[in-house]
């Protein structure tokens, strides 16, 4: 049975949400994110000429540098950089700076839950603000499955603890384009309905996580909203703010 959560919210409202873009004036582009307690910055620097060892000198490079609060970086912030980088690469145009490298560094200013989709939410931003083109812009949210098996959205660190799945998704922004001008189609992909980033933990069952699919899908409508209205905002340094 679904219940009020201990912060009040009810099992699919989302904290207030926070977006500020041009936080680092060094950074060819940056923005910070925050979901209740979680922030994160975001910066980008690039694209500069050549590409990592390992990577298609035909295309462009993205590189993800996830850095901790505090300490060093571990197993779990290792996976956090690769899925980043995934989700970057799936959702930037990569064929028109071949042979650069675009380097995104993630700082982690507070984790009270949810600090992945956080991390992503920041970097869309901060890859907006930079003018690095992009096929289409993208929002993240987590679903976690309770032990009765109900889902809750946008966890904090306690009820993370207390969760027994994990579904990360990240959705395409389907109103939103930063496309370059003259470009309308990028590889004729239709993304008003798909998935950019699926990434599960813990247990769950197929219809579990088609339940999260569905609640994840359904909120992400608002995180658009919110992410269309702070990146149109005319002054780049002004924060927005949505309950």
Known sequence: METDRDDGRSPSQLRPLSCARNVLHRAHGSASWSQGDTKVLAAVYGPKAGTKKNENPEKACIEVIWKPKTGQIGKLEKEFEMILK?????????????NTTTSIIVQVVNDDGALLVCAIN???AALVDAGIPMKHLAVAICCCLAEGGYVILDPTKLEEQKMRGFAYLVFPNSVVSVLPEGLSHVEGEPMEHGIITSVTHGVMSVEEYLKCL????????????????SLQSQLPSDSSKAA
């Open 214 to 229: 569905e609640r994840g899908r359904a909120a992400s409508t608002k995180l658009s909203d919110f992410l269309r209205r």
């Open 86 to 98: 995934r989700t970057l690469q799936s959702i930037c145009i990569l064929t028109l700076n071949p």
């Open 122 to 124: 920041a970097a869309c």
